[in-house]
């Protein structure tokens, strides 16, 4: 037998450590070549490590929570002769000499096809394909993944494939009422004692990026915040009149598509606006591309997808990426590139969005456009009252690169677009 030491790989884009969000194997585990072992979190996004050899782990380094720099040692295998440290095995002649005798080579007889059993079932967890939330939530669940058809890309199995799942089971072990002997009601000393329960959740992976993220974006940049209310009630009737006219199952136009034209056509006259800012450097980016951010909740918390070339997409193109990024995003299979590079973000609650908030700026941009929930209400028009679709624009801008007044200008520009929704199709 070897003994085989994985450091932890260079990740890319200049990672130089990355954070333990949990690991897929424990000491004693036999693995698989390309199984998973552990998922990390860079300062660019989530990643799957797979093993480089197949073999038994001794030992892993560092939990949940703690950085790893790359290089530095993340976990010791004992594998069959000819791996050495450093140097995967021969993978396929391994794999020949096991199917010939029913044991991995290098192991007692007494324990060889226990260990060959082990490592088939490893190489069947490595061709599942899912995100490492899901995989996290059928571990909790106690649900075995293989007996999930996956109804994603390639048979990928999404989270309403896992709910489904979980669904069916409950429903095929709930006994009848019959069958349920009666509870008694707890005692109140006991309900009083479970009032003062706590739950510790460690801050780590995603969520702990979010914090210090955020926290980076308030204490450095000095937000300039911008609410503008915006008539769409003719908007609306140019969105309702598209939607008709789809084809049934194709997914209706929401106001983002509309938002992120207006922004194209409005954003080469405040470039100011649609830019980064190099602190190491001390130096303003101007884009003269505009890669559009889009803002989303996933079950991890929250993403930044980024539609590039905005301003050489279409109404429906635009539609159709921001779609296509944000499920991406939701289900945890993003490229890393596709959450990198915006030069500009868009954020919305939709039915949530409230009357108006104070977006965060999403640090190197220097603006972050916020939509609020389209509402109808009475207000003054050409002296009379009359009933329109109302929403509020909530705006924030780096106040050390962007001037107030630019900043309401362009919004007061975005306004106007969105208002005579026919201006949005010329240049």
Known sequence: ???????????????????????????????????????VMTEKAAVEVPSPVGGKVISTTGQPGDMVAVGSELIV?????????GAPPAPQRNAAAGKASGRVPGNGAGNGPAVAASVA??????????????????????????????????????RRDLEAHAARAATSARPSLAAVPAVAAPARGAARREDGATEEIKVIGV??????????????????AYVEEVDVTELESLRRYLNGRLKPGTPALTYLPFIALALVRVVADFPQCNAHYDAERGVIVRHRAVHIGVATQTPEGLKVPVVRDAQHRSLWELAAEMRRVTEAARANRAAREELTGSTLTLTSLGKLGGIASTPIINAPEVAIIGVNRAVERPVVLQGAIAVRRMVN??????????????????IQALKERLEHPATLFMS
């Open 1 to 39: 037998m070897s003994r085989y030491v994985f450091k932890l790989p260079d990740l890319g884009e200049g990672t130089v450590s990355a954070e333990i969000v949990g690991w897929r194997v424990q000491p004693g585990d036999v693995v698989a070549e390309e199984q998973v072992l552990v998922e």
């Open 77 to 85: 295998f004992e594998t069959a002769e000819g791996a050495e440290t």
């Open 121 to 158: 079932a490893g190489e069947q967890r490595g061709r599942i394909m899912t995100s490492p939330a899901i995989r996290r939530k059928a571990r909790e669940a106690g649900i075995d993944l293989e007996a999930i058809r996956g109804s994603g890309p390639q048979g990928r199995i999404l």
């Open 207 to 224: 969520r702990r990026l979010i914090a210090q993220r955020m926290s980076e974006s308030k204490r450095s940049i000095p937000h300039f």
């Open 393 to 410: 624009l909530s705006s924030s801008f780096d106040h050390r690169f962007v001037d107030g007044y630019d900043a309401a200008a362009m």
